[in-house]
Every structure is written in structure tokens, then in C-alpha cells.
């Protein structure tokens, strides 16, 4: 239960089987740093290239194809006092005609007040003023290496998790992975400090970060789709196009986790699910789109639960 | 502002410009009965053929093509004391492959205690046991007639509103739809004691209705999809296959409303959007899926509104 | 075995239970005009409004709900010497973003001369000069009335045909159609003397037609989605978007006729599907798109037709 | 201009960055072979996992990130007597309710005769009984090396190509792709003796190939998805879900491809396409699914070709 602090040097823009930067053991806890979508650390210097860059990967001992890796989110933060995101709608949002009214994207800059946990609108200077929000500072783009030995591409998703860009990833939850390779090979990067759902304008307020996980080995478990569980939801997460299929992808796992942990058959799981289910809309920007399906903790209770994820 | 007390003596399974059953005037309000998506009323028999019937339409005065029809739902509730849903999740919103391992559909049964506002499964016996919900009354199907004379089946949606059974459509909510034939002829069914996103085993909690609604005609506006609003959010409706449509259908029309009612450019509403809009999901069953996108009144507070939807 | 002319005097923009034009008999024989899709016939004037208006509908005697109606297109023809297309790729088409470097549309007219069988592009001016193009008639929207009583514009297609545009509808196919109401209410219009694949510039080379089919009443023979056949092939057609969900309902009615009509099992059915089948791309430019599944006649032969369509 | 024989000793299951086997020349011809998707040579004999797996890759030289490289099929022939196929209609490509009314699949029986030039069904014993269908031989899975590093399974495709299975790579099409690093690095496999449009069952009828091709180098000229042409048409190809976006992605290509090369501005281009573009479905059964843009020759005969692709 050993607590690492990383400074990374290099970074990776596609998610694979990479020389480790790290062991850790079952149960470690990492302390480390993310550059922001474009390569900035938190000096706001490019320092690699840009397209979500990851730090990592960080081999987990233990960690076998087979296995499940659950990724506690401990702590993110940002650790600069700017961050910048896009200002059009992305053309893939809205309906194709209508395309040719958007104007063309630039970037805006928010400034980062740590303190008061805030972001306010610097510029272009809009109707919108010195727009100030909450921070919800959340992962967009993380997992763990694929199968066949594949690197893929930071900018889109799969089953090894990737850029799900997920307003959801946030500190407290628990994100379980299936291990494809051995050591699992953690990868993390892409920090929003603030994000509405869809990342609809292809990013959120992009940042670098803080970032502090701990991870953990579920042995001899074997899970298909990023799953996760926060307080008040467990879910699962789907990774494709149309987005359709994303749903379909979070429903299966949904109801494989039920048969398989709550001992629910699928008329059962169903009954449930179809009166109480929720959906959130993870990206509707990148290549694949996200789609995430949840169900209330509070309507699980008195389920027994017969397995750890 | 006259109250209407009007009890169906007949129902439609279009939507259209059927010959209309009341006149009311702008400002009015009706209190009526709406049966469930069988065609059973408050007392459990089979009156009408069925398919999502609908009571009306009501012509309102004054409305015309060009205007917007507000929809305020006053009072939704459950008439009688059970209610069916389906027990297996659709087809279509699992992995192809996985269809395979799905049981056969059959109607499970809910007891609706109307004092405690609970919905509770009566049968099948599953592990569930007597699963106990709170009851969120909401209407599945209604709208407005389409344009062109058409008349379209009550398992469908589109801009005219339809069956987009969006668990969103509660008491209190105001919905707006484009006025496409003179008295707009609104048109009511289909409600749910309880629902979850998406209807995903194609029906919520079904059940006969008690409705009540106040119509005002605001003219001279001109929107494309259907909107509504409630204490937290304005949001925008679209009906469309795939998701994706869906979701470039609303994001438009939250763009166009923006634009018009709170003086916002695109680059000011995408910039707002991008890191605060909500989506939800309506229904993944049905011809026409339904996305909605939401934005909260709060991060609207200080925008001068300068319309009335 | 009647041969009837009808000069249409009104048209309509949505195929529905209209009041028929004309009863003919089974096995009768329809010859009469169309207009093009903007209301203009074959002196080039307007005379109904635009959006593919619809001669009929004609009443088929003997024709109920269960039925299938064949429907022989004998004759398709240009009637004028002016047609008329898009010019620019609709936006649905491209990529979004590829949509900023589209310029706007505007109509391209074409010289048609009947007598050698071709089109010449004669404006705007291109570095296509005049190009010219073999004249190839088919018919991009028509029908039979839908169920329930439906009135659905002719802008879109599904079960009961519609806009199709699929340019596989020449004279000489036979084009099959479920049969939804009393006399199944056939609409024909859209006439195209030229169009490509898909429809993709919204448009082909409009043209008000000279029309001439034959019907024939297949009693008590169900089928879901359109058939056809031609010399070369039998096919089926889906319409849906994603294209996806119209290769589904395409490919399904094809396995369906291949086990109720040649009487091969599932197995049978797509072993020789999977090796032989050909897909068209109707339209990917309506509400609906359009493909169509193919099977060459040529790898049937031998197999033991046992019904009609 | 050298010739090789390459006898392969591995294979990958990624296209990818890896270690070159064999450095050609600008203008050089290998002869190779490949193995089925299942891993069985020649002999049938398995010889590494399944999956697709590739020969190569091959290093070309003077290949660079912003060249194309042209892959002309010299020859590609089944190279064995036995060959198999799927024989049940996979799961996405009928209508999800559907799915539950197919068998499982397995296994069919081809036997190849060379000298004739057919397949002829062994097993499983029909109602087709020995259907024998003419040879018609295809690659279904080959490319370069992606951007970025990625290594990607062989059972998708992208810009690089890879898993398109469009039956029509035949001996004798050139095909373009983008190089994306030194050397190109071209990967072939997964050879089918016949495929119908969509690959509707899983496979061809898969077997293993003689390959023979050749390489030239288009120095400076930038492509973004494959492109390819026969003695009839010019093509360009699109690779994703849903089809929809496939469609796009290749329509986008032929509009630049006819931009640049042919001097058409977007109206002409559109123009042109409107009326005479055609359409193939490759594949909708991998994880992204193939379409085909393809201009026939003859329209484009008098426009002057300004560059070799």
C-alpha cells in the first residue's frame, strides 16, 4: 500500500503497450501530474506534443488478462491558473445544414481561481461577460493498454477506456477496467476543469492537472466495458457510433453485471433497469462517442451483492 | 381563462388533423382522462383499440400556423390502481449478438398505491420481490397536428411532439410546440406512473390518466422542435434515428433559441453550452428516438430574455 | 384487364386514405401524367404545390389489408424537354465539417431530348460544359396508402414505399407493396429521367413523366417491406436512417421471402446470401434512406419457387 | 523495377510499426502469400493465431508521411482446394428482433476448383444443395501503417485500410493509400475466394492467396482515405459506423479527389456526382463498415486529369 509520486518526463498519445514508467503493487496509491490536451504542463509550456497526452503507463504487479483493474480517482485538480476551451459548437452537433452558420472555432481562455474553485471567461469578449463557473475537475482521456498488443490513438475510446470524456470521471469514483495485458498498464492524461455533457464543443476548459489514484487487482474477473461506481450510481460505459450502439454496448455490460453480481436473471435485471435506469451522454465529439448507463445504488439495496465489481 | 371538464367518448392513434372534440380558448384550461397504451381507462377495461390512443384533439383559438402553442402541465395522476410494463429490455438497445440470450417479452404488474405515491411489482416473481418505486406520473405520447395535413401514428415522434415518452414530461413542466394548422389541435395520452431513460423494455409503468393542462398561444413565434421548461431548465426536443440526429435536432434549437430570446451569437451560446449543457435521454425504443438538451435557468440568470420561449 | 387514361385535375403531398381518382380492377392498367416534384407538368407550368405531389390515388378492387399488391411499371417517360437538379452535395452527405467549403445550391437546368434519349446540363456553367447523360426514367416516389389511416408526406418513405429514390424503379420492374387499407391506394410521382446513386445533391434530373403501370392483387400474401423484381434480380427494400437500420429491414424481408417463397431455411438462406447478395443505395438524402438487398435471379434458378412474390 | 519472392515465416494481427521483413523498391513487384483469417496456409495447416493475419509488413523505399502509395493487385489467386464460410446472417445486419429467429452459426464447407475457377458448397448439407458459384477473388483485410505509431487489430479499418472486405479488390484495381510513415509499410492478408456485398455472413469463403502486387511511390500528394481505380470507374472509400459516416468520409474524398486532380469546383464535382455517382456497400459487418464511392470512367472522359491519383 505504498504511495508513489511520479514526475513524468516523456508522454504518450496513443494508449498501448509501452515501456512501464512505473511498478506499483496491488493496492498502491500514485501521486503524479497530467499535461494538458495540447502538451502544457503546469507552467502553461508545451512540453510534448499535443493530442491528450498521457503519463504512464504504470504497470500494476499482479495484473493479468482476466483480471479486472479497479482505478480509484483519489484526487484531481487542476494546478495552473489557465485554461482554455473551444467556442464553436462541433459541426457534428448540429444538424448538417446548419453548419454552414457556425462560425469558425477559436479559443477561449478561463482563468482558474483555485481558491474559490472557479473558472471565469477572459476571452473573446461575448455577451456572456466574465462567465464564471464551478470547477468539477474530471479525466477525459485515461485507461489501461488494449489487447493484441494495439497502440491506439489518444483521441478516441474503447473497451480499454481512452478519450471518453466523461463529465462523471471525477475524484471519488472508482473506474474498473478490463486487463488485456500484463501489469494492466495504467495510462492518464487530459484534465478538464470544468465540462458540460457531450463536449460539445470539443473540449472542456482543457487544463493540466494533479492527478492521485490508487489502484486495486479483482482477480479471475472478467468484465468487457469500463464500469464504475461513485455513491449514489454504479455504471457501465459504452465506447462507439452512432451513439446507439454506445448504449447498446453500457446496456449488455449493465445486464451481465447484474446477472453476474446481483444474481438477477434478465427479466429481473430488465424489470429493473426499465423503470429506473438512467443514461448520461459521455462525448458526442470524438471518433467514438460515449454513452453511459447507471442505476441508482439506492434502488440495489437489500440485492445481494455477491462479487466486488 | 375557463376550466373544461371533458370526458373522451372516443380516442385516435394518429396524430393529426382529426375533427376536433373541444374548443377552448387561449388561456384555458382542460381537466380530462387520458387512457393507457392499450386502450384500458380508469376502471381496467378495454375501450379503445390499442397503440398509445389518444384524447382530443383540442382546438385552440387563436392559434395558426407561424404561432407557438405552451402546453403548461397542470396536474398528471395515475386513475387507477394497476399498472403493466414490459420485462425484457428492446432488441435494439442491446449488442446485436446478445439478443440471442434475452428471454421472451411477457407484461409484468404493478400495484399503484395513489396515497403513498408508490408503484409496486405485483408479477412476475423475480428476485425483486416486491420492488417498491415512487411513482413519477409523466405523459409518453402527445403533441400537436403535423403540417401538411398528416396524420402519423401515435408510436412515433417528430417535430409535432408524438410518442416520445421522455420521463422529463411531469407536472409543473410548460412544453412548446410549433403551431402547424389552425387551433394547433392538441392531442394527449399515454401516461407512465414511473419510467426510466430511454423506455428501454418499451414501456414505463402504463396506466390510465388523469390530466389536466392550460394552453396559451403566443404569436407570431416561430420554432422548429419542441421545447419546454421547468423551474431548473429551458430544454429543447429532438426526434430523430439515430441518437446522433436526435441530438443535432435539440443542440440546433437550443442554439436558434439562444440566438433569438437571450441575444446570444454562436460563439457566445457555444461557449455557455460547451461547459454547461445537460443531455437526457427520452426513449431508445421507439421509430423515433428522443434526446433532450438542457440548459440550467441558473447560468442563464443575468441574460436579458427578451421572449417569451 | 382494363386500360384506363386519367388526367390527373389535383395531386397530393401525402400518400394517405385520400378519396380515390379511379377504381380500376385487378389486372387493369393505368396510363396517365405526373407532375415534378416542385408541382410543374409538362408545359412547365406550376400547377399544384410543390414537394412530390402525387397523382391518384386509384382504388384497386379486391385489393384488402393481408394482400400484397403488385405493381408493373410498363412505361416511364419524360413528357417535356426541361428537367431540372441540385448542384450542390447535400450537407447529410460530407463530412460536417467539410460542409463550411460547400457553396449554396441552385438549380442546374438540363435539355432533355427525347428523341436520342439523353440530358445536356445547360446551366449554371461549369467546366462540365454540356454534358450530356443517357436518359435512364424512374419514378422517386409512390406507393400504397400506410396503416391506420395514416397521412404521411412525400418527402419521406417506409413500408408502404414513398420517396424512395432508388433508381432501380424503371419500366419494366414489377414493385410489390403490403397492402394496408381497402383497395390499396396506389400514388404515383417524382418522376427522375437521370439520377445517381443516393440522390446525393437532393435531387435528380426532375421532369414531369408519362406513367404507365399494371396492378395485380396477390391475395392473402403478407409482406412487411417492398419487393420487386426485374430481369436480373429480386430484391427488397429498407427505409430508415441509419442506412444501417435500412440494410437490416432490407435484408430481413429478404430472408423471409427466401424461406416462405423458395423454401430454404435460414442456414440455406444466408449461405447463399453471404457469398451472392448486392446492395443499392437508394437515397441518403430524405428523412428516410433507402437501400436495397439483391439477389441475382441467375444463382435462384433451380430452386423451387413455390409463390408469386 | 525488381521482382521478390517473399515466403512468409510470421505474421501480425496488428497493422502496424513493425519490423519491416523485406525493403522494395519505388516500382518493385513482390510475390507473396497469405493465410485465411483463421491462421491455415496452404496445406490447411494452422500456422499462427487467428484473426487476419497479415504478411509483411513491406518497407518501401522513398515512401514518406505526405506521399501516396499506389498498390496495384497484380494477382491474387486461392492457393489451396478447401475454403470456408459463416452461414448465418450476422446479428447487426437483420432487424433486432429478428436475431432471435436465426440458428447458430457455423461452420460451411467450399471446395475450390481451381482449374474451373468455382466453389462448390460441401457442408453443411442444404436445400442449396451443391451450390457452386464462380470464383471471384478478393483481399479483405490489407493497408499501411497508421499515423502516429498505432498498431490496430485486423479486424477494423480506417484510413489506413485495413478490414474493409469490399469484394471489389480484385487482381488488377490499383489501390491508393495514405502513407503515414517511412516506408509506407504495406500488410496484406485474408484472402476470400468469393464475398457478397457487406460480407453479410462474417466471411467470404476464406482461403488462403498467391499475392502478387506492385508498388509506386506518388511523391507530395496527400490523400485522406484509401482511393482506387479499374478499367471502369474511379473510387475512393470510406471506413466507420454508421454507414451514413462511411458514406460521408468517401463522398468527402471523390469531391477533393475531383477538385484537385480533374479541376472541377464543388458545383461541378456535384454536378457530376448528382447524376452519376454509384455506391457499394464493402463491408456492415466489422467494427467499421465500409462504403464505396465510385465515378465511372466514361463521364469523366475530355476532363483533364492534372495528377496520377
Chains 1, 2, 3, 4 share one sequence.
Request: aromatic share 8%.
Amino acid at each position: 500500500m505504498a504511495t508513489h509520486r511520479f514526475t513524468p518526463t516523456h508522454y504518450h498519445t496513443t494508449i498501448g503497450s509501452h515501456e512501464p514508467v512505473l511498478h506499483i503493487a496491488d493496492g498502491d496509491t500514485v501521486i503524479t501530474t497530467t499535461v494538458d490536451a495540447r502538451g502544457k504542463d503546469a507552467t502553461n509550456q508545451v512540453v510534448t506534443p499535443r493530442g491528450n497526452p498521457q503519463t504512464g503507463p504504470f504497470y500494476v504487479e499482479g495484473a493479468e488478462p482476466g483480471d479486472t483493474l479497479a482505478l480509484h480517482l483519489d484526487h484531481l485538480a487542476p494546478n495552473r491558473d489557465i485554461g482554455w476551451s473551444g467556442t464553436v459548437i462541433a459541426a457534428n452537433v448540429v444538424d448538417p445544414e446548419f453548419v454552414r452558420s457556425l462560425p469558425e472555432n477559436e479559443l477561449a481562455e478561463w482563468r482558474i481561481d483555485r481558491a474559490r474553485n472557479t473558472g471565469t471567461l477572459i476571452s473573446p469578449k461575448t455577451s456572456l461577460g466574465e462567465l464564471t463557473l464551478p470547477l468539477a475537475p474530471m479525466l477525459g482521456c485515461f485507461g489501461v493498454a488494449p489487447v493484441l498488443g494495439q497502440a491506439i490513438n489518444t483521441g478516441t475510446s474503447g473497451e480499454w477506456g481512452g478519450n471518453m470524456d466523461y463529465r462523471g470521471f471525477v475524484s471519488g469514483v472508482t473506474v474498473y477496467f478490463p486487463v488485456a495485458v500484463p501489469g494492466a498498464l495504467v495510462h492518464v492524461g487530459d484534465g478538464h476543469a470544468v465540462q458540460g455533457d457531450g463536449e460539445i464543443v470539443g473540449t472542456g476548459i482543457e487544463i493540466s492537472f494533479d492527478v492521485q489514484f490508487t489502484v486495486r487487482v479483482i482477480k479471475n474477473k472478467k468484465i468487457t466495458w469500463p464500469r464504475g461506481e461513485n455513491g449514489e450510481y454504479i455504471f457501465t460505459v459504452g465506447n462507439a457510433r452512432p451513439l446507439d450502439q454506445a448504449v447498446q454496448h453500457a446496456t449488455t455490460e449493465m445486464l451481465r453485471w447484474l446477472q453476474a453480481d446481483y444474481g438477477m436473471d434478465y427479466v429481473a435485471a430488465s424489470t429493473l433497469l426499465g423503470q429506473t435506469v438512467e443514461y448520461d451522454l459521455g462525448n458526442i465529439f470524438d471518433p467514438a462517442y460515449t454513452m453511459v448507463c447507471k442505476l441508482p445504488k439506492r434502488v440495489l439495496a437489500g440485492y445481494n451483492k455477491t462479487s466486488s465489481c
